[in-house]
């Protein structure tokens, strides 16, 4: 009868043993997953962060200077012409 009890026992632990184990390497899986998603996001943001490097390099520019001027204050440099479409069309 003991040794009976002993068995019930092992199998009862193999068991719990092996359930375990599955959950854990379903977690382990969710893990990984989680971890690919942020090694994206790390990458795009890094990317991000150097397209703003140059942008912020870029805006301290004459040049970014002068498209501003032209584009959202009108202004165009002295020795600029220029042509305006007639209306009479």
Do not use: H, W
């Amino acid at each position: 009868m003991a040794l009976i009890g002993i068995t019930v026992v092992v199998l009862s632990l193999a068991v719990v043993v092996n359930l375990k184990g599955a959950s854990l390497r379903a977690r382990d899986q969710e893990y990984q997953i989680k971890e690919e998603n942020l090694m994206a996001q790390k990458t795009e943001e890094e990317q991000r962060t150097k397209e703003l490097e140059e942008r912020k390099i870029y805006v301290q520019t004459k040049q970014y200077i002068e498209e501003v001027a032209k584009e959202k204050l009108g202004l165009v440099m002295p020795d600029e012409i220029l042509l305006k479409p007639s209306e009479d069309r």
